[in-house]
């Protein structure tokens, strides 16, 4: 499942191709017809996403929510004449300018809503660590969600309650990178800890939307802050990591075998010398 990253390059690409037009809105699978209709041919404001939910805004107060869950793809095409591009496999939505072709497929959720459903989704949604300034990203909320469950930090780390659009990279890579037992519970971890797992996330994920790529490995992590920083180009050609799908291999820190264990719906990873105390 595409991570909070994602969707925000995602929402910031849907945002310069379409902001200020308004596009066709058509549903070549069929079944968007109806909401595609409450939109087509009307003013697109603006695209944004919290976590792993994606709302473009059009005039008249109708919002486009979109969760790509565990197999949708939203992608943006460049085109000289958009009646030109055709259809590729069960397209649910499509956007269409004289620009740009933007075609929706195999999402868990695509529906049109009011501005109060989105309040009422957002009030369902932890803070989302890409944008730590907002006032509803106060990492306190999460917090009080953490002490007061007994759940392990790995199963709250994916919950969307507690913190939007981390998913199981993330959760894996960092909870190593601070040296987390990932089945401490809630109410067992500390103040400082959840601070350090908090402010690791904020810093990490800004390089997953510069670099297309989850960079958590430290070495990379401060080449890619480096070039950014610098302005140059960021060029990765594969990611790197330190516990994620490495599970039998050994440790780059202590030798000792990585293991994996379904935590969460998804394979957690984790070394269990480095992380043994937490």
């Avoid at 197999?71 to 496999?89: K, Q």
């Avoid at 990279?169 to 909870?175: A, C, G, I, K, M």
Wanted: hydrophobic share 40%.
């Amino acid at each position: 499942m595409p991570e909070g990253h994602t969707l925000y390059a995602l929402a910031r690409d849907l945002d310069t191709a379409f902001r200020g037009t308004s596009p066709v809105v058509s549903s070549p699978q069929g079944k968007f017809a109806d909401g595609a209709a409450l939109v087509s041919g009307t003013e697109v404001l603006g695209a944004t996403s919290w976590g792993k939910h994606l709302f473009v805004e059009f005039a008249g107060d109708r919002i486009l929510w979109v969760h790509l869950g565990l197999i949708g793809t939203f992608t943006i095409d460049t085109t000289s004449y958009a009646g030109e591009m055709p259809v590729v496999g069960q397209v649910r939505c499509r956007f269409a300018t004289d620009d740009h072709v933007a075609d929706l497929r195999g999402p868990m959720v695509c529906d049109v809503v009011t501005p109060e459903k989105v309040d009422e989704i957002l009030g369902r949604l932890g803070p989302d660590p890409l944008r730590p300034s907002d006032v509803r990203s106060d990492p306190d909320l999460a917090w009080k969600r953490i002490q007061r469950s007994s759940k392990p930090i790995a199963e709250l780390l994916m919950d969307q309650a507690v913190l939007a659009g981390v998913g199981n990279v993330y959760r894996s890579e960092v909870l190593f990178r601070l040296r987390v037992n990932p089945f401490r519970p809630g109410n067992k971890l500390q103040r400082k800890t959840w601070r350090a797992i908090w402010e690791d996330l904020v810093a990490l994920l800004p390089l997953g939307v510069a670099t297309s790529k989850i960079v958590t490995v430290h070495d990379q992590v401060d080449e890619v802050a480096r070039l950014l920083e610098e302005g140059e180009e960021v060029r990765l050609t594969e990611r790197e990591s330190y516990v994620y799908k490495r599970q039998g291999e050994a440790c780059h820190v202590c030798g000792s075998r990585i293991r994996t264990q379904v935590v969460a719906g998804r394979n957690l990873f984790w070394c269990g010398n480095c992380q043994r105390r937490g």
